[in-house]
Each structure stands twice: as C-alpha cells, then as structure tokens.
C-alpha cells in the first residue's frame, strides 16, 4: 500500500459516508464503512495495515484499513486451476516483472517522440532568437506559444 491508495481509500469511504449521511436540524453524521485494500502485486516492504488519521477541530479520528497481500496467487490459482503452465508464467510476471504490452509500447514511443520533437523545438527557438528573430516570428516558425518563447528568451539573453 502506498500514499494514493491511502487517499483513493479515504476519498472511497468519505463518498459512501456522505451518500449514506443522516442529517438532522443541528448535526450531520456520517458512518464510514469498513474498507480493505487489495494488493496485487506487493514488496517486503508492503504494510499489512494502513492507519488513516483525520483531525478535526473536535478532536483527532483514526481508524485501521487492512490489505489483503499476494491476491494475485489466490486469483491465478482460482482461474488458471487447469492450466499449470499459464498459472506459472502468470505468477511469475505478476511477482514484480512489469507487463509490456503493444499500447504501452506506443505509448512510451509517442512519449519520447514527442519529447524529441519539444526539445528540438526549444533548440531552434533559442537559436532563432540568437539570430536577432522576435519573439512572434520565432513562436510563428517554431510553433510554439509565444509565452513559451517570451520565457526562453529571457533565458537566452540572461
């Protein structure tokens, strides 16, 4: 478990505690459920239990949010029951080895290009404007903003 889970959880049992609120001329109460968190893939390092502190004027609430550790085996083994082989493998990804899959690699490829294509912007930008360009020709034949050449600028001059 980690820091966003322990948000995702609080924002979790904050939503179901407000739909289920009981509202009266003077007090508003509100009941959290009991949550979990499930841990697909974990570490030693991994907390059985998540404790989630809220202070209020009134006073400081804490309560307790168990992990269930190492779900994936007990899922695997459930689904994969007749196919050793598929289990095996699937067990062996899941224990830490990080899943590619051809969307991702687009994806991360499309990430770099597109960090290419910033980074060699930024450079002709910088050296249109150590040519004497303004800032509007520059934004114009680099396509960038001209706030974002109005910034470079002033780290090409300085």
Same mark, same amino acid.
């Given at each position: 478990?980690?820091?966003?889970?322990?948000?995702?959880?609080?924002?979790?049992?904050?939503?179901?505690?407000?739909?289920?609120?009981?509202?009266?001329?003077? $007090?508003?109460?509100?009941?959290?459920?009991?949550?979990?968190?499930?841990?697909?893939?974990? $570490?030693?390092?991994?907390?059985?239990?998540?404790?989630?502190?809220?202070?209020?004027?009134?006073?400081?609430?804490?309560?307790?949010?168990?992990?269930?550790?190492?779900?994936?085996?007990?899922?695997?083994?459930?689904?994969?029951?007749?196919?050793?082989?598929?289990?095996?493998?699937?067990?062996?990804?899941?224990?830490?080895?990080?899943?590619?899959?051809? &969307?991702?690699?687009?994806?991360?490829?499309?990430?770099?290009?597109?960090?290419?294509?910033?980074? &060699?912007?930024?450079?002709?930008?910088?050296?249109?404007?150590?040519?004497?360009?303004?800032?509007?020709?520059?934004?114009?034949? $680099?396509?960038?903003?001209?706030?974002?050449?109005?910034?470079?600028?002033? $780290?090409?001059?300085?």
């Amino acid at each position: 478990m980690n820091c966003r889970n322990s948000i995702n959880v609080f924002e979790y049992d904050t939503q179901i505690a407000l739909e289920n609120r009981k509202l009266s001329s003077d $007090t508003l109460t509100v009941n959290f459920p009991n949550s979990a968190i499930v841990s697909l893939r974990h $570490t030693k390092n991994t907390p059985k239990v998540m404790t989630i502190r809220v202070n209020t004027p009134g006073g400081a609430v804490s309560y307790i949010v168990p992990g269930f550790l190492d779900m994936s085996r007990k899922v695997i083994e459930n689904l994969a029951v007749k196919y050793e082989n598929v289990a095996k493998e699937v067990c062996r990804q899941m224990g830490g080895k990080v899943l590619n899959y051809e &969307a991702k690699d687009i994806l991360n490829r499309g990430r770099a290009e597109g960090e290419a294509e910033g980074i &060699a912007r930024m450079q002709r930008a910088a050296k249109l404007l150590r040519m004497g360009k303004s800032i509007s020709d520059v934004a114009e034949l $680099t396509e960038l903003s001209e706030e974002t050449v109005t910034e470079l600028a002033q $780290t090409v001059e300085g």
